[in-house]
């Protein structure tokens, strides 16, 4: 069965610096990865998801993950953070053709002015 | 947009009690599931289902049960609530697996419980 490791649960982060939440997975089989985003009391967002293709992917707040199959990982990065970017990361797994997703515990990232 | 919706974002029940959590999707989707958050822990599945009267369990079935009558309502059920059910619940919905946008899921705002 395949299982996520965020290896790190929480990260804080200075205004404007860069950031990478690290996600590793285990899987033998191809996968379909994604990154969740969860703001104070609410539910999760997707924030991107590598299905096929070019590896690196990104989201239209400046985040990306690039899809790397032979270190099996998925790490988030963004080179400027804000405030507004404090929130709980997930990165989560698929086999291909085949559900649920698997989550990882979770990142919780914290912007400090 | 996709939009789903639980019944309550907070609940208090005491020890003992049958729980009823509502989850309802308006886009169609074929697949529901029910997960439980708890700090340290992230996202533990429940139940999901993949069509109406359907039911598969997850990686933590046990004091839950579930329905799914309507293709849209997704209700998770706790027979006999417990201390260790306090915690967030979310629910979430995506499209037919044979299509390869369904591994996306979209969630509600959860619904946080307190057993007392």
């Known amino acids: 069965a395949q299982s996520v490791t965020q290896l790190d649960s929480q990260v804080p982060v200075f205004e404007e610096a860069p950031v990478e939440l690290r996600c590793n997975y285990s899987?033998?089989?191809?996968?379909?990865l994604f990154w969740y985003v969860q703001y104070p009391n609410q539910g999760l967002q997707l924030l991107l998801k590598y299905l096929s293709g070019s590896t690196l992917v990104e989201s239209i707040n400046g985040f990306e993950a690039e899809f790397n199959k032979s270190q099996t990982s998925f790490h988030l990065r963004k080179p400027s953070v804000h405030i507004s970017d404090t929130a709980e990361y997930f990165c989560?797994?698929?086999?291909?053709?085949?559900?649920?997703?698997?989550f990882g515990k979770g990142t919780r990232l914290s912007v400090i002015a | 947009d996709v939009k789903v919706t639980q019944s309550s974002r907070y609940l208090v029940k005491r020890t003992g009690e049958k729980v009823f959590l509502e989850c309802v999707q308006d886009m169609d989707h074929e697949n529901m599931f029910w997960y439980r958050q708890d700090p340290g822990l992230g996202l533990r599945l429940i139940y999901f289902s993949y069509d109406v009267k359907m039911k598969e369990k997850g990686d933590i079935p046990e004091g839950y049960s579930v329905s799914r009558e309507k293709k849209e309502r997704f209700s998770l059920i706790l027979e006999s609530a417990s201390t260790n059910q306090t915690s967030m619940y979310l629910c979430?919905?995506?499209?037919?697996?044979?299509?390869?946008?369904?591994?996306?899921?979209?969630f509600g705002p959860g619904t946080r419980l307190l057993v007392l």
């Open positions: 989560a797994v698929t086999l291909v053709g085949n559900t649920p997703l698997v």
């Open positions: 899987s033998s089989v191809s996968v379909y």
């Open positions: 979430a919905s995506s499209l037919e697996r044979t299509d390869r946008d369904q591994e996306t899921q979209y």
